[in-house]
């Protein structure tokens, strides 16, 4: 645990420094610690490679990082609760009503005067939760025991519902078009410190919150007979982890846009490493999680430098050969 946090805080600070202007890590070092504790850094380093770190490439990595931590930490839930390793909250429509929300900001020019640039980030959150809920509520309407093969299936069709009323939306206002696809690519271009301010905290107390529940997600792996053996109320615990997976989610992909497959490839990882105590699996995914985003940030806007990748481009490059990888796989065992 202690080399993978290490080689979580290497991996950004090397994204840190490379770019259009390569800074060294000995100077990323030293203009970090300079920021954090107040000091001046040292005399050589330049004014315009300090502004361009701190500015800019330091708040890009760290929003990459908890955004991939957010990401991963939602499919850990979601694997575990629905029992299936190839869900995600997306599986649910949380995208789906993300973009929705997010494409009608932009194509009918959507302006909260009180939070003001945060408009689009906080529609776009709350339609994706809406989305979620939309779909439990469906559920539990077929289903009382809230099966989990019921709960897959309302959330892949309320998705294509959603997929099907944005389709609309952006086919009336050709204009907005490219921004709108671009925005459903997912990007961290352009963002800064009041970014990770919003996100951080609502991250850490949402991984917090589902390590608490590490034991109910233990015992739910082997199976809700076996959970309500043990006295776990499963429909109510049920109900909470998805929709805390949903908040991790909707907050993370509001900011920067939908991004896939990180969920689904790091609790892979994690559990193939720690094993499948959550206690160790929850942590460890948000390390590998937030890890494989900002190599993938930086992949996305070095690979062709100066343009730039949509990260969500990158990541499925990365997500879709292991995608059919778990699925071929679990698929022969059976």
């Given at each position: ?11 950004v ?9 390569y ?6 070092t ?11 850094p040292?005399?050589d ?34 694997q ?6 190839l869900a ?7 995208s789906?009503?993300?973009?929705l929300?997010?494409?009608a ?25 809406l ?14 025991n809230m ?7 309302v959330?892949?069709?309320?998705s ?24 459903q690519m997912g990007?961290f271009?352009?963002?800064d ?40 109320e ?8 998805i929709?805390m997976a ?19 490839i ?6 193939r ?9 929850v ?20 690979i ?7 990260v ?6 990365i997500?879709a ?12 065992k059976?």
């Open positions: 645990m202690l080399l993978a946090l290490m080689v979580s805080v290497i991996i600070v090397l994204a840190i420094g490379l770019g259009s202007v800074i060294p890590p000995g100077d990323v030293n203009i970090l610690i300079s920021k954090v504790l107040h000091i001046a040292r005399a380093i330049e004014a315009v490679t300090q502004s361009i770190l701190w500015k800019i490439r330091v708040p890009r990595a760290l929003l990459a990082f908890v955004v991939g931590a957010a990401l991963a930490v939602s499919g850990t839930i979601m575990s609760v629905l029992k299936n390793p995600s909250s997306f599986t649910l429509g949380v789906s009503g993300a973009a929300g997010a494409s900001v932009m194509v009918f020019g959507l302006y909260l005067p009180v939070i003001g640039v945060l408009t689009l980030p906080l529609v776009g959150f709350l339609c994706g939760l989305t979620v809920f939309l779909a439990i509520g469906f559920a539990s309407k077929l289903d009382e099966e989990n093969q019921t709960i897959i299936l959330g892949m069709v309320m294509l519902f959603v997929n099907a009323l944005l389709t609309i939306i952006v086919s009336m206002s050709d204009e907005h078009m490219p921004e709108v696809i671009y925005w990007s271009s352009l963002k410190w009041s970014n990770v301010i919003i996100l951080l905290p609502i991250v850490i107390v949402g991984t917090i919150v589902t390590m608490r529940y590490a034991h109910e997600l233990d015992i739910m792996s082997f199976g809700e007979d076996h959970a309500r053996a043990m006295g776990i499963i429909k109510h615990v049920k109900l909470f982890l929709a949903a908040l991790l989610t909707g907050s993370a992909i509001s900011f920067v846009g939908v991004i896939g497959f990180i969920d689904l790091s609790p892979h990882f994690a559990r490493i720690f094993g499948s105590s959550h206690k160790y699996l942590p460890m995914s948000a390390l590998f999680g937030g890890s494989l985003m900002v190599i993938s940030d930086l992949i996305a806007r070095t062709i430098a100066p343009s730039e990748l949509p969500g481009a990158v990541t499925a490059l997500g050969p292991f995608f059919a990888f778990v699925f071929f796989s679990k698929r022969k059976g």
